[in-house]
């Protein structure tokens, strides 16, 4: 399970040492609330425990001026070619609920009733954030295409 | 018969792709897409979309987790009452995550364990579309089911409790290494799951992924036996019926 909450954290951050802090903190959270845990489906808890830390990071982080770099820089491992970096810069441009939407459904194959529950939203907004998360991934990434076909 | 008239709207396309249409509209859909070329690219570049997400972020479930997320030290902090249940699950479902694409390349080298899920999805499909013989002894008698199996198979056989899914029942199998057990559940929409369990030369392995055509499985050793979870589509909800599954077979130690 925790590779998977991994993966998540990395593409919902987009930087690895804050990925693996919102997975750190995750994992504490939930082993501290144990008692909290009113029954049900662990791994969509622990997918909600991450996304709300990450909406509360993002939320203290917009009190402060931006340092954060917008675009994926990290190297990883593999996923080097150009097409991995369009794809992380086009999640980079997604508002936070569509990326989360996004990468919950496509990325680590959660059914449209967990990412609802997750949000906390009826399923009908799940589906437009889907939606419209996917319309403006392609259109970002078949722009950036264009783009490049015009440079050269 | 649904009406091929309704026309299908973008929601039931993004339904399409993410395996939650209800099986009856597929077909609908499929036809539709043969004749709109506009959404069948739509749809294409949603599939290509998700390819590529995978391509970038896979690699993340191969590196090794680093040692500040280890839940032994975690749960080493002060309040090691809360060890349980959450910290099972996270141990026991390494692999939970890497489900559908990372396991491609586990495919290639055929060992006795894929001929074992070979086999497993094999039976499913000879035998979930059947309507009248699917099973030799139907759920109503699980208690008779499981004393049969488990005597004949030299393992404990049991047909777990699934929610939203009923037994329908369960038969003896060939293995390729003796015998198997086969279970049949089925949802209220009909959509049927099953269970496969054989004698496995790995003692315990992870949970692994495996798709061929419409059908996929789940498939993992534990304690010296196999278990495959096989059904059609939603990886999602194959993920929960073979956790089900797995913490049931947990819970009763053995």
């Not at chain 2, 970038?56 to 479930?61: A, H, I, L, Q």
Request: contains cysteine.
């Amino acid at each position: 399970m925790i590779p998977a909450l991994r993966r998540y954290a990395r593409a919902l951050a987009r930087d690895a040492d804050i990925a693996d802090d919102l997975v750190q903190d995750t994992l504490v959270r939930a082993l501290r609330s144990e008692r909290l845990f009113l029954g049900g489906d662990v791994r969509s808890w622990l997918y909600t425990i991450l996304t709300n830390l990450n909406k509360n990071r993002r939320r203290s982080l917009a009190r402060r001026p931006q340092f954060m770099p917008l675009l994926d820089n990290n190297a990883d491992a593999s996923g080097t070619e150009a097409e991995g970096r369009d794809i992380a810069r086009a999640l980079a441009t997604l508002v936070e609920e569509q990326r989360s939407v996004l990468l919950l459904v496509m990325l680590e194959g959660l059914s449209y009733r967990e990412v609802a529950d997750i949000q906390g939203v009826p399923i009908g907004t799940v589906m437009s954030r889907l939606a419209r998360a996917r319309a403006h991934v392609k259109a970002s990434l078949e722009g950036e295409r264009t783009a490049l076909r015009r440079v050269k | 018969m649904t009406d091929r008239n309704i026309p299908v709207t973008e929601d039931e396309l993004h339904a399409y792709v993410d395996n939650e249409l209800p099986a009856e509209r597929r077909g609908d859909v499929e036809a539709w897409l043969a004749s709109h070329p506009d959404d069948a690219a739509r749809v294409q570049s949603w599939r290509a979309m998700a390819e590529a997400l995978h391509a970038r972020y896979d690699s993340v479930v191969d590196e090794a987790v680093p040692k500040r997320l280890e839940i032994e030290r975690l749960v080493q902090q002060p309040r090691r009452w809360v060890y349980g249940a959450i910290a099972a699950t996270l141990a026991a479902f390494v692999v939970g995550g890497s489900v559908g694409w990372l396991v491609r390349g586990a495919t290639a080298g055929p060992s006795a364990f894929q001929n074992l899920t070979v086999h497993a999805i094999e039976a499913h499909r000879l035998y979930v579309v059947e309507v009248r013989h699917p099973v030799e002894v139907p759920g109503n008698e699980r208690s008779h089911l499981q004393q049969w199996l488990t005597k004949r198979c030299g393992w404990v056989v049991r047909a777990p409790e699934l929610a939203g899914l009923k037994l329908v029942g369960g038969r003896l199998l060939p293995g390729s290494a003796g015998p198997a057990s086969f279970m049949m559940y089925e949802s209220a929409s009909g959509e049927r799951f099953t269970i496969y369990t054989a004698k496995s030369e790995a003692g315990a392995t992870q949970m692994r992924y495996s798709a061929q055509g419409n059908e996929s499985a789940l498939f993992w050793a534990d304690r010296g036996v196999a278990y495959v979870v096989s059904g059609v589509g939603d990886r999602g909800r194959l993920t929960q019926i073979a956790q089900a599954v797995y913490d049931q077979m947990e819970k009763k130690g053995g």
